[in-house]
């Protein structure tokens, strides 16, 4: 087989690989999600302002990571005679399944209280994403299932073990 033959079956190979990737792939959503930003210390909201506490203990692209709670601030001016300040207040939704630092995460498009009209987060981590969570696994399974299952040892918990009642064969 000749140089150019070995390259051209190659380059098929390489481009069959891609097509296989863009049709079958990515329609199916494996690299997709249904999850928002993660909002950050410093990040701006609706209104012109931008959150000013946030998590000390955790980090999302290099900011403390928002919460329900943390502050934010808000510069706009109600239209009254005076003009009276927005102020900012508390981020006041987050995540129902992720918790930071004992906390719902927040993401954009989360809620954050303002004596206006109420202000949503628009920027966030854009590679950190957090969506809401799937049903999960129940907590109780039976004897059966898991010996149909593993059919295998299964690693249990201190607390797990005190409920189990032991079957002598």
């Known amino acids: 087989m000749k140089k150019n033959q070995i390259y051209s079956i ?3 190979k390489i481009m069959f690989a891609m097509i296989f990737i863009l049709l079958w792939i ?11 930003p993660a909002a950050r210390l410093g990040d701006r909201t609706a209104h012109g302002g931008s959150i000013v506490a946030g998590c000390s203990t955790v980090f999302i692209c290099g ?7 943390d502050m934010h601030v808000c510069p706009m001016m109600n239209p009254t ?18 918790i930071i630092g004992g906390m719902p995460a ?11 009209p109420p202000d949503t987060i628009v920027l966030g981590c854009p590679t950190v994403l957090i ?8 907590k109780k399974y039976s004897e059966n299932y898991i010996r149909s299952k593993y ?3 299964v690693i249990i918990t201190e607390k797990e073990f005190k409920r189990i009642k032991i079957k002598k064969r």
């Open 63 to 69: 900011k403390p990571a928002a919460r329900v709670g």
């Open 10 to 12: 190659l380059s098929l």
């Open 151 to 153: 059919n295998k040892s």
């Open 131 to 138: 969506g809401v969570g799937g049903a999960g696994q129940p």
């Open 81 to 98: 005679n005076p003009p009276t300040p927005h102020v900012g207040g508390p981020i006041v939704m987050g995540s129902p399944t992720v």
């Open 26 to 36: 990515m329609p199916k959503g494996i690299f997709s999600s249904s999850g928002k």
């Open 106 to 116: 927040a993401r954009v498009g989360d809620m954050a209280t303002c004596s206006g």
